[in-house]
């Protein structure tokens, strides 16, 4: 079966046009994908990640993607960058640590939201991290508490770790 699978895409290559497909590669994926989501902004659709760390380090940080009076119709400033690889590296280990974690939910009306995505090949190894109102800790245990504060840190020494 491989042999004449092999020799379709050969044939499929020498049509003309037909080479420019088999070359183009599809846009990387992130592997780890920082967004907050303001207080209020449930409704916006303008929302993108503050930062995205690919696989080999290379990095996207629009520092301005939750500026409340940005325009919904402007779309961020992307600065590109790296984070280094031992950062990657312990931060996929905090999220793994932190994937079965319950970081509650306070009291009180929704006061926006934090993710972390991790997004290896495998949509299997998927872990997402979500932590709603993430400045209030009303009605949280101390685990909770605490669950969130390494939640927090990891999301700003991510940030912190990007170079321009």
Known sequence: MRPTLTGLLVCALALPGAG?????????LPLVSLTTIPDGWSQRTDLRPV?????????????????????????PKKVTGTVAADV??????????LKDTD??????????TQIIDLMPEDPADEIHLVIYSPEAAD???????????????????????FKS
């Open 20 to 28: 420019a497909l088999a070359h183009a590669d599809p846009a990387p």
């Open 51 to 75: 930062l995205q760390v690919f696989p080999d380090g290379e990095a996207v940080h629009m520092p301005d993607a939750v500026v409340k009076d940005r325009k919904p119709e402007t779309a």
């Open 88 to 97: 990657i590296s312990a931060a996929r280990e905090e999220i793994n640590a």
């Open 103 to 112: 970081f509650g939910i306070p009291a009180g009306d929704n006061r926006g």
């Open 139 to 161: 009605g949280l245990n101390p685990e909770q508490k605490a669950a969130r504060k390494r939640f927090t840190d990891l999301y700003k020494k991510l940030v912190d770790a």
